[in-house]
């Protein structure tokens, strides 16, 4: 993935959501948010990330196609009139070109949560993964109580197909998680 790919969309009063390829200067923003311990618990992560790691990972994962890594990361980017913000980062991840599918990750960082802009920035993903990538699927992993990200999912018509029961420990209790899927039909 080229690190000019921009998807964009237009929002109200002349703001546009983009998604594009991470870059060097987002090295600092991409360690605040990987060393987040809160999201620790969705993401399985246990050891911090240093700088050199991501600036290494933002070098080695321009180079690569989707589907030879694996996984696409992109930047989400909130551009209003002249300002650019990273405001979070949205994953395609186990890639799979022979079955056509990925899994969705997505984090918003904290003061941008509540604004509608995970919706805007998922259904660039969405776009991006069934016409440009050509997948036939999507698919995500919720935990029962995230009540937000299961809102979230299934306004972008991702339906639950599975449960698993006590699948993940978080905070030294037991949670159900929720498989979702979203066919390309």
Request: charge should be neutral.
């Amino acid at each position: 993935m080229s690190g000019k790919l921009q998807l964009c969309g237009t929002m109200e009063n002349q703001e546009n959501m983009v998604l594009r390829a991470p870059e060097l200067e987002d090295a600092a923003f991409l360690y605040a948010l990987e060393n987040d311990q809160k999201l620790w618990q969705v993401s399985a992560t246990r050891v911090p990330f240093s700088h050199l790691d991501l600036e290494q990972y933002i070098l080695s994962a321009s180079r690569q196609e989707p589907f030879v890594a694996g996984q696409v990361r992109l930047i989400i980017d909130y551009r209003k009139g002249k300002q650019s913000t990273a405001i979070g980062i949205i994953d395609l991840y186990d890639l799979s070109a022979i079955h056509r599918r990925g899994g969705v990750g997505i984090v918003i960082d904290e003061k941008y949560r509540n604004r509608s802009l995970a919706g805007k920035a998922l259904d660039q993903l969405i776009y991006y993964a069934f016409n440009l990538l050509n997948l036939h699927q999507l698919f995500c992993s919720i935990g029962k109580e995230n009540q937000a990200s299961l809102r979230l999912f299934q306004s972008r018509h991702f339906e639950i197909t599975g449960e698993r029961k006590e699948w993940n420990l978080i905070n030294g209790k037991w949670q159900d998680e929720y498989f979702l899927q979203l066919i390309n039909s």
